[in-house]
Every structure is written in C-alpha cells, then in structure tokens.
C-alpha cells in the first residue's frame, strides 16, 4: 500500500502547485524518494510520467480557459509555463488538434485531461512464480555508461537496447566473456539507482568476478576504461522473464509493482537491480530480473 500512498501523495503535490514551475524531481522530493525510484514507480503505476501528467493537465486547463474566459493567448502561454507563445501553440495544438486562437471559439471540440483518481480494484488472481534469495556481496567487471532517468518505461526509447547493439559492435563483451569458464560466461545488466538528486543512472553490462574469473586480465581492462562494480550482501526477490525481446522485463516490472509489492510486505531497497543473460539458459527465458528487497 506504500506505492499507493505515494502515488496519492504526489498527485496531490502536482495539483497544488500545477501552475508552479515543476518537474518530476520536484515531485520526487515532495514524496522524500529519489528522481530515479520516483520516475519509476509512478510512470509504471500510472501510464505515463509525472512530467506527461503536468504538462497534460496544464494544457488541459489552457483549453478551458481560453474558450470560457477572455485570457489572450499570450498570457495564456506564460500562465501554463510556456517560454514563449509559439511554443505553447505547437504543444497546445498536439494536445487539442487545434490552435489556441480556434479554441477561443465556441463549439471547438477539445480534449480533457482530468486529474488522476486512485480506485482499488481487484487485481491478481494468476500465478505469479518468484523466489526471495538471500546474496552475499558480489563483484562485477563492466563497461558503464550513465543515462537520463527519463527514459525508464519510456517504451519508445531504445538508450538501453542501443547501448548493447553498439557494446556489441565495438567489441566491448567478448573481451569480458573471456574472463569466464565456458558454460559460466552469463551477462549481467546491472542496473544502479541515482541518488536522490541526481537526474542519472549508470548502466552496465558486465561478468561476475569471483573464483573461476581469470583476474590476470582486470587491470588491462580497466585500464581500457571498464568499471569495477561492487554490491552488498542483501535479499533479492527474483523472476523469469519469459520472451523473446525486452518487453517481457517491462511486463515484470510493472507487476512487481502492482501486484509483488502491495501484496507481500516487501518493499524494494536503494541497491543495484540486475538482469542475468545466461550462456546456457532453459527454453524461452530471456533473462532472470533480480530487485534488491526488505521486508517492511
């Protein structure tokens, strides 16, 4: 229920200060969460991001305006947080599909975006298999790169899937493959949140260091750029992915929200959450998704 709360708690705040100038990490800090585990949790429970929510209620509200008041288009723009007028027409047009000039007539249709409501409904009633394994700390090798919190669950942004295609391309994994017995050479997708004013994560692709990893070549590589990563012994809970793309890693997530948290007691901690990619992997699996836990 906590992720409801939160979810209310930032409705609320975006409400009440919709004609301010804010943004998702305005709103991250109202609900005491980092930007990254805000952006998160509230672009999964609610379909979109809480900068998507902002700017569609304030152009829903502009709308409104504009065709039951005397407000000029100008003011209107510089009311609902627009630079300048053309910038608010363009985005007021894509919203509406008319102009701010056509909306001021009578009988324009427009588009209304009402604020969100949380109902509880009954959800579940399907299997959902996981397991809660306890880890000791562990040690990765891996090349990194830092990306914008945007683009978590934004389904048209290839950041991530890219970064792979191009580590790929460059040569950047066999060399980490190398490192590992046959049979034992599994990619990690390792996945560390920001702090809690940060606007980045770090992503990395890397191979687990411990005692079959031939640690005669770490220091050429990192010397060549790649990262030690480290993690501290902690409760994970983990699922299989079933698919043949990403998608299904999406589909994970939003049910560990939807349905894990709210009904187990768990709640998800501040540590690195990671994919595994195993060499040799049962039939249809894609990956195992392992999300750092407490018991509440």
Same mark, same amino acid.
């Given at each position: ?21 804010? #943004?998702?990490?305005?709103?991250? *800090?109202?609900?005491?969460?980092s930007s ?32 039951s008041t ?8 510089? /009311?609902?947080?627009?630079?300048? !007028?053309?910038?608010?027409? $363009? ?9 701010? *000039?056509?909306? $001021? ?8 975006? #009402? !604020?969100?409501?949380? *109902? ?24 990194? *790169?830092?990306?914008? #919190?945007?683009?978590? #669950? ?15 391309? $460059? ?61 501290? !012994? ?23 929200? /939807?349905?894990?948290? !709210?009904q187990t ?29 407490? /018991?509440?």
């Amino acid at each position: 229920m906590k992720s409801i709360q939160l979810l209310q708690q930032a409705i609320c705040y975006m409400e009440q200060h919709l004609l301010e100038d804010i #943004n998702y990490q305005d709103v991250a *800090k109202s609900t005491y969460m980092s930007s990254y585990d805000f952006h998160r949790t509230f672009s999964i429970m609610a379909g979109m991001t809480a900068n998507e929510y902002i700017r569609n209620r304030r152009l829903s509200l502009a709308g409104q305006e504009l065709q039951s008041t005397g407000i000029s288009v100008i003011d209107a723009a510089y /009311k609902y947080g627009y630079d300048t !007028p053309e910038s608010f027409s $363009k985005a007021f047009s894509r919203f509406h599909g008319v102009t701010p *000039k056509q909306a $001021k007539r009578k009988g324009t249709e427009l588009h209304l975006f #009402n !604020p969100l409501v949380i *109902k509880i409904t009954m959800e579940g009633g399907s299997i959902m298999n996981y397991r809660i394994e306890n880890q000791s700390s562990q040690k990765f090798i891996a090349v990194v *790169k830092a990306f914008s #919190n945007e683009i978590i #669950n934004d389904d048209s942004d290839h950041s991530v899937p890219d970064f792979w295609g191009q580590c790929w391309e $460059k040569n950047l994994i066999e060399p980490l493959k190398s490192l590992r017995p046959e049979g034992k050479r599994d990619l990690y997708g390792l996945c560390s949140p920001a702090a809690k004013n940060e606007t980045h994560f770090n992503y990395g692709i890397g191979v687990l260091v411990d005692d079959e990893t031939d640690t005669s070549k770490l220091d050429k590589l990192l010397a060549d750029g790649y990262v030690l990563w480290e993690t501290k !012994p902690m409760d994970y809970v983990v699922f299989k992915c079933f698919g043949t793309d990403g998608d299904c890693i999406s589909e994970t997530w939003s049910k560990f929200y /939807k349905e894990f948290l !709210p009904q187990t007691g768990y709640t998800q901690t501040d540590d690195t959450d990671y994919e595994i990619y195993f060499e040799t992997g049962e039939e249809g699996l894609f990956c195992e998704l392992w999300i750092p836990v407490k /018991k509440s």
